[in-house]
């Protein structure tokens, strides 16, 4: 007698994660029932209590079109050639591209437009979404999860006989509920930096206040600012700094404290944001850690994807787009698997490796970020990098293109990177120019260490 596959699923959380889950499985035929802490994004406001916008790149675009809501996506989104690096104590802002071209970039995406975009298509392919349920624990052996309602703090206790799927983020409830049962092997280590956001308005005509086609940021060591545009013209700044020391959150508290670190070390950015002294004093710093877990699920009672399983610091603007492939890969292996169990144990054996080499890249791109890309050493080797690139672009395909523009594998791109960082650094090892490079040694390291890339071109 054949067993037919549980075809209804229980997701706790509908923000990015869950609601193109909920889309990806509701389309294939399942049963998806979401409960979500916050109202509904249609109709209330929204307060996400996180950033603000975020960078899509090439991976997450493909998790959408599985989902058939790219076009949607990507009508509202602004493109994001490169780095636009600002130098300390003024002068012209230099773009450092990310690709060759303009068919290699990346994508600015307001988070409420895109979660609410995803929350409507996940409705209109039959998901059932019950907002203001905060799940509170969960009873595996009853088979009952209690939910709060935060506007009246009042109980709800509801009877489940599906697995559940945990997409409610960083701060998982499901987690903290499949922990009391089995341990997860949790370990979260933050960071000693944390983030504030601030806004750039447009300027009095509407339009964008300084270049929008563009990730702009101001490296400056130990810490650093960016600025993602929004398609109504205004910028998104994040500033990431020391949690102690000076400048630190510790030594700049107040907006007048603000205000003269801005002058003495953002000082084009200062008359961008004219509300920095009331924001700064409204918005609480955040925090940023990384997340990692010995396991993902509990047999086939639940499992955990996107920030739930593997939250990470966001240097690598790729927490979204490594969520969106977890959402493709569990809903292709809930498919391929009729027993749940198996399904959720490939499903961590496939990603969990991957999560681990994207949470490393993203905590080595913060190095990059906030000092080497004004670093003369690190702009040559990537001047060499490009060369390369040219010379045999299927073999050396540099780090940024495999982990943006592609969908290498993360621990692929990690193990290929290292590689061909190795390359680059003895290459360029007592040069100041590519001018005296041995390219025929060049030629032997790279086709020796560097098979074909699929997917390359
Ligand atoms: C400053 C910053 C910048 C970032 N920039 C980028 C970027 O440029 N590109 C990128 O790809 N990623 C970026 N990220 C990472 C990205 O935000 C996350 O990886 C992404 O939001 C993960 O999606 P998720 O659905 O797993 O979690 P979330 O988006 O956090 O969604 C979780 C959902 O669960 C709900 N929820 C929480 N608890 C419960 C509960 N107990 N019961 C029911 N519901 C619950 C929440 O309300 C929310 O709707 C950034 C992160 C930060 C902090």
Request: net charge negative; hydrophobic share 40%.
């Amino acid at each position: 007698m054949s067993v037919s596959p549980p075809r209804h699923l229980t997701l706790i959380g509908a923000g990015l994660a869950g609601s193109l889950l909920a889309t990806l499985l509701s389309r294939r035929g399942w049963r998806v029932t979401v409960y979500e802490r916050r109202g509904d994004p249609r109709v209330a406001d929204y307060e996400s209590g996180r950033s603000i916008n975020l960078a899509l790149a090439e991976r997450g675009r493909m998790a959408l079109r599985r989902a058939g809501v790219e076009d949607a996506v990507m009508a509202r989104t602004v493109m994001m050639r490169g780095r636009m690096v600002h130098p300390r104590g003024g002068g012209t802002p230099q773009l450092q591209r990310y690709g060759r071209d303009d068919s290699e970039v990346i994508w600015s995406v307001h988070r409420k437009n895109l979660n609410t975009t995803l929350l409507q298509l996940a409705e209109d392919a039959g998901a059932r979404f019950h907002f203001h349920h905060r799940l509170h624990t969960v009873d595996f052996d009853a088979g009952h999860a209690r939910f709060i309602d935060d506007r009246d703090d009042q109980p709800r206790d509801v009877h489940f006989d599906t697995p559940l799927i945990g997409a409610d983020g960083a701060g998982s409830a499901l987690r903290a509920a499949m922990n009391r049962r089995a341990p997860l092997g949790e370990r979260t280590e933050f960071l000693d930096h944390s983030y504030k956001e601030l806004e750039i308005p447009p300027g009095p005509d509407g339009r964008f206040r300084i270049e929008a086609n563009a990730l702009h940021i101001w490296p400056r060591g130990r810490y650093m600012c960016i600025a993602l545009p929004n398609d109504e013209g205004t910028f998104t700044v994040t500033l990431f700094l020391p949690n102690e020391g000076d400048p630190g959150f510790a030594t700049v508290r107040s907006g007048a404290e603000a205000r003269a670190l801005f002058a003495r070390e953002f000082a084009d950015a200062l008359p961008l944001i004219p509300h920095l002294c009331h924001d700064w004093e409204q918005h609480p710093p955040g925090l940023l850690g990384t997340l990692y877990l010995e396991r993902w699920h509990l047999g086939g009672s639940a499992v955990l994807l996107g920030d739930a399983a593997h939250a990470m610091v966001p240097f690598h603007g790729q927490g979204m787009n490594c969520a969106f492939e977890d959402c493709v890969a569990l809903a292709d292996l809930l498919e391929a698997h009729p027993d749940t169990a198996e399904a959720f144990a490939a499903f961590e054996a496939e990603r969990k490796p991957n999560a681990a080499a994207i949470q490393q890249m993203a905590l080595d791109n913060y190095l990059e970020m906030r000092d080497h890309v004004a670093d003369p050493g690190f702009l040559l080797q990537r001047e060499l990098e490009r060369e390369l690139q040219r010379r045999w672009p299927t073999r050396f395909v540099p780090h940024y293109t495999m982990v943006t523009f592609l969908d290498t594998p993360y621990a692929v791109a990690l193990e290929r990177t290292r590689q061909q960082q190795r390359i680059l650094a003895q290459a360029t090892a007592g040069h100041a120019t590519l001018e005296h490079i041995d390219w025929k040694a060049l030629q032997q390291a790279v086709h020796a260490q560097l098979p074909v890339l699929p997917g390359a071109h």
